[in-house]
């Protein structure tokens, strides 16, 4: 498997123009919103799958794209760059069950999405996460359960640790459109910005602090460690961005460099101390800098419960919604997820279930243009959310 390019230049990405590529990497999300008809203006896709099986998972693929109106016109001939969720970094199985089927991205839904892509045209699928490790993702991924060689085989695949610079040399940056809440641009390593179509890959999770993890949330970690990690500034950091989770979280000085100045960062940021303040805004402020094309939300089985098995608090299970959701604009995706779990208000205040700990940055991104977080806004296609709704997912 390929790491992904190493002679990307800085000035070559200048003199194209990142406002040329970001603002063309807008254009296929809002044709895709602004085709529907009456008051609808965007289309997420529900598809019941009932296990991995990897003809079940490829099958359901095609279903969930042609429900959207196919995805050709958005992949053919094009970069495909995926952001797959490791969070964690830590592999070995839980409740029995391999973490693939629990939290993280699993093998078989990476598998038939890639296989999807080459099959209507794609040139390139770039597979990125950041890891809190320092070896090359096609290692992590291996230890994540991923036959490399069997995703090699599919066409031009490529991987590449977001972590720091990778195999970049210098970082993108990526401006907030709106001027941001808490961060006005952001610097990104150079697969962000060398790629046509971007999509997000996650889990149908709940969390700790936003109330939910889906396609939205999954950018956070998007943010090269190297950067905005708890031992930045060093590309060598592989430590996570509890800063920037936990403001007040008294910080091992040994370990931890006392000042911490994230790039884009805005006055705001270091005057609002309150995680559940500042997480939901940095979610806005990232998914308007890098938009999302399409996102796709593995609701085959997770977690009953939180993020990761790190969060305590009540008992956790595997659940099976059996659900792949998909669709072309991420806050009418998630907002769709979010229903699936069976959370009923969709775009409750804090202190309003799923969202307890924090605001909601789904209602916070559809205030600055990125979609819809109203299901009577969203065209559904495939079984209605109550039909498909879980009674296993618990709130936070």
């Not at 598809?47 to 109106?69: I, K």
Request: hydrophobic residues 35%.
């Amino acid at each position: 498997m390929k790491q992904g390019p190493r002679g990307f230049d800085r000035r070559g990405f200048l003199k194209l123009g990142a406002g040329a590529l970001v603002g063309a990497a807008l254009r296929p999300a809002r044709a895709a919103e602004v085709a529907l008809p009456g008051p609808r203006t965007a289309k997420v896709s529900i598809v019941p799958c009932r296990d991995y099986a990897p003809a079940n998972v490829r099958a359901v693929f095609d279903q969930s794209f042609d429900q959207l109106g196919g995805i050709g016109p958005l992949v053919k001939d094009k970069t495909v760059t995926v952001k797959i969720n490791l969070t964690g970094s830590k592999f070995a199985p839980i409740l029995g069950r391999p973490v693939g089927e629990s939290f993280l991205t699993h093998p078989t839904t990476v598998m038939a999405m890639t296989a999807a892509f080459f099959a209507v045209g794609a040139r390139r699928v770039r597979l990125v996460e950041s890891t809190q490790l320092r070896e090359t993702l096609d290692r992590s991924l291996a230890a994540a359960g991923f036959d490399v060689n069997a995703l090699n085989a599919l066409g031009r695949v490529e991987v590449e640790n977001t972590r720091n610079l990778g195999f970049g040399k210098s970082y993108a940056n990526f401006k907030v459109p709106s001027g941001g809440n808490l961060f006005s641009e952001f610097e990104l390593n150079h697969s962000y910005a060398d790629t046509d179509v971007f999509v997000s890959l996650c889990k149908l999770k709940t969390h700790a602090t936003t109330g939910i993890t889906l396609t939205m949330k999954n950018l956070f970690g998007i943010t090269p460690n190297a950067l905005y990690g708890d031992d930045a500034p060093d590309e060598n950091c592989t430590k996570g961005r509890g800063r920037i989770h936990d403001p007040e979280k008294p910080w091992d000085t040994r370990t931890v460099q006392a000042p911490f100045d994230p790039p884009g960062t805005k006055r705001e940021f270091f005057e609002r101390r309150d995680s559940g303040y500042r997480i939901p805004r940095v979610i806005a402020d990232v998914c308007e800098a890098r938009p999302i094309h399409l996102g796709i939300i593995d609701g085959i089985t997770t977690l009953n419960y939180a993020e990761g098995p790190w969060v305590k608090g009540k008992e956790q299970k595997i659940a099976t919604p059996r659900v792949l959701i998909c669709g072309f604009n991420p806050v009418a995706t998630d907002t769709v997820g979010t229903a699936v779990m069976g959370f009923s208000n969709v775009r409750g205040t804090r202190g309003t279930p799923p969202f307890g700990p924090g605001d909601n940055h789904l209602v916070l991104a559809e205030r600055v243009g990125l979609g819809p977080c109203d299901l009577s806004r969203i065209d559904v296609t495939g079984p209605s959310i109550e039909k498909v709704r879980s009674r296993e997912i618990l709130s936070t």
